[in-house]
């Protein structure tokens, strides 16, 4: 199965919402948990969800039960977003090796503090152009923004797979997009901080009524 047949999973209305709901959650998803939020049965859901792992486009693994000893019954099946990207261009495109030259021509010419300013006027141009809320800005450019602490977090890394390769170089790049796109809304730029989880982003926000779609 190629990646345009992957993606092609989920043209099924049912398996996109299981998929969307899946990959929005920071942790595992059961079947039941994932059933109820696209509003379909527990075992449609199952069918839907195993569908998904088989095209690679989420992982399964299997939760022990919390309850111990006899009566505890099999582990849950659980499921999270693949980790590995899929890409589809019509015709093929390869801007991803590109991107790993210009990152390692940077690294090489020691231009740093040039791509970092590159990234904060077009991240200041991003912001102009939308207007805000920051939030809606991220959501459209696959950043995944959710709210937690005090803060506007993103699970998801658009650069994931350039950042694995030079991370340091692509954070620093990352910070400056998004300290432009708050400049280009009119907010402050130190909003944007870099604050690195595990399987996240690592660029967090300050909230205020400036990034949130509320």
Same mark, same amino acid.
């Given at each position: 199965?190629?990646?345009?047949?992957?993606?092609?999973?989920?043209?099924?209305?049912?398996?996109?919402? &299981?998929?969307?709901?899946?990959?929005?959650?920071?942790?595992?998803?059961? =079947?039941?948990?994932?059933?109820?939020?696209?509003?379909?049965?527990?075992?449609?859901?199952?069918?839907?969800?195993?569908?998904?792992?088989?095209?690679?486009?989420?992982?399964?693994?299997?939760?022990?039960?919390?309850?111990?000893?006899?009566?505890?019954?099999?582990?849950?099946?659980?499921?999270?977003?693949?980790?590995?990207?899929?890409?589809?261009?019509?015709?093929?495109?390869?801007?991803?090796? &590109?991107?790993?030259?210009?990152?390692?021509?940077?690294?090489?010419?020691?231009?740093?503090?040039?791509?970092?300013?590159?990234?904060?006027?077009?991240?200041?141009?991003?912001?102009?152009?939308?207007?805000?809320?920051?939030?809606?800005?991220?959501?459209? =450019?696959?950043?995944?923004?959710?709210?937690?602490?005090?803060?506007?977090?993103?699970?998801?890394?658009?650069?994931?797979?350039?950042?694995?390769?030079?991370?340091? &170089? +692509?954070?620093?790049?990352?910070?400056?997009?998004?300290?432009?796109?708050?400049?280009?809304?009119?907010?402050?730029?130190?909003?944007?901080?870099?604050?690195?989880?595990?399987?996240?982003?690592? +660029?967090?926000?300050?909230?205020?009524?400036?990034?949130?779609?509320?």
């Amino acid at each position: 199965m190629d990646d345009l047949e992957r993606v092609g999973q989920l043209q099924d209305p049912v398996r996109r919402r &299981l998929y969307e709901f899946v990959v929005a959650q920071r942790g595992e998803v059961g =079947r039941g948990e994932a059933a109820e939020a696209a509003g379909v049965s527990r075992t449609l859901a199952a069918h839907h969800l195993d569908r998904l792992v088989e095209a690679g486009l989420l992982d399964s693994a299997f939760r022990p039960q919390e309850k111990k000893g006899p009566g505890s019954g099999r582990p849950a099946k659980v499921y999270r977003r693949a980790a590995q990207e899929r890409s589809v261009s019509l015709p093929p495109r390869d801007y991803a090796t &590109l991107a790993r030259v210009l990152a390692e021509t940077v690294d090489l010419l020691g231009g740093e503090e040039q791509a970092e300013k590159a990234a904060r006027a077009a991240g200041e141009r991003i912001g102009r152009k939308v207007g805000g809320p920051l939030e809606r800005i991220l959501r459209e =450019r696959g950043y995944q923004p959710y709210q937690e602490g005090g803060r506007l977090r993103m699970r998801n890394c658009p650069f994931h797979v350039l950042a694995e390769d030079e991370p340091i &170089l +692509v954070c620093g790049v990352n910070l400056a997009l998004c300290q432009g796109m708050l400049e280009g809304i009119g907010d402050d730029p130190d909003g944007a901080e870099l604050d690195p989880r595990p399987g996240e982003c690592c +660029v967090s926000f300050a909230q205020n009524s400036k990034t949130n779609e509320d």
